[in-house]
Structures are given as structure tokens and as C-alpha cells.
């Protein structure tokens, strides 16, 4: 009974030290960057600026949409922006064609927020998209979810379950706020039907 005990402790170490490993990779190595849509749009933690154009390259990124810092507004005439937003612009802008877009949101996005993101997003030259947060564990996945159900009409139920890492801690489990957020959201054309009963 103990060699079954021992050799399941073994087994259970492994696992987590597995786990953790993988974390510490997609976090601090690979900035969580993943496929939203292939080809089309990608998610992810904040790419520091040496290593951003590089990204950019690989994955023929048109467009890098930045979801920290909300409130900041206009990069250029806002002068208490903070130097991670104009330093990442830079790094976007040294690759030719690439394009910078300061849409800054909470957690929850409003609507202005969404209509900025949907004004990137609808113009089809600026694809593919790198929509990004700090961690690329809340706002990236939640702007791939409403990405997933206005562009490409996916049901709410199935965008949340993407945008889901982990069952149970997961920021959209249908009791937390993002969980609520994608069950609930409609779209621009649901809405414009709902308007037109």
C-alpha cells in the first residue's frame, strides 16, 4: 500500500511540475499567444517590444490591437501616456504596414470600447489582428469570444468555452462577469433585428 501510495505521489509531482512548466512557458516565453481564428486573428500577453516585430513577421500581423490601459485615448497628443503604450507603437510601426491600435478596455468592455474594436475589426485590410491585454488570460480571450460571435457566428455557449483555460478558475465560467458578458452578448446584427420586430 505505501510503494502504490509513494509511486502516486511520484506520478501527481510529475503532473504539476508538467503543469507548471507549460505555464511558465505560455506566460513568460510564448506571452500566451494563440489562434483565435487562424490566419486571422491571434491572442495574447503583452510581447515585449524587441520581440514584437518578430511576431508580427511570423504571423503577416497587419494590425495589433492593445487592450491595456483603458482611458488613454490618443497616443500621440495625450501626454500622460505611459511609455509601455508608445514604446509597443513603435515596435508595431517599425515593421512596414503594420498598424497600432490604442483600445484600451476594463475587464467588461463598454460600448465605445466595442465600437473602437469593431471599427478595427470590420475593415478588412487590417487583417490578420493581434488583439493582446497583459496577460492574454481575460480581455484577449474575451475580445476573441466577441470576435468569434460577431464575425464569424459562433453561439455565445461555444464562444465562452473557447475562452475558457481552466474549468472551475476560469474568468468565463458562466457565474463569473466575462462568463455572463459572452453569455449574454448580441450582436450587432441581433440587436438591429430586435429593432426592427
Known sequence: ?????????IVLGVVALIGIGKYVYDVNIDHN????SEGKVYKSGTIPPDELPEYIKKYKIKSVVDLRRPGTGDLVNNPEVNPELVAEKAAVESVPGAKYFDVGSEQIPDQATLDKFYA??????NYPVLVHCYHGEGRAPLFGAIYKMEY?????????????????????AASKKKGQFVLNYKTREQK????NK
Open 1 to 9: 500500500m505505501q510503494q502504490i501510495m509513494k509511486k502516486i505521489l
Open 33 to 36: 499567444f494563440e489562434p483565435i
Open 120 to 125: 478595427v475589426m470590420d475593415n478588412p485590410d
Open 152 to 172: 464569424e457566428k459562433i453561439p455565445n455557449e461555444q464562444a465562452r468555452e473557447e475562452a475558457r483555460w481552466f474549468v472551475g478558475l476560469s474568468p468565463f
Open 192 to 195: 438591429a433585428a430586435e429593432k
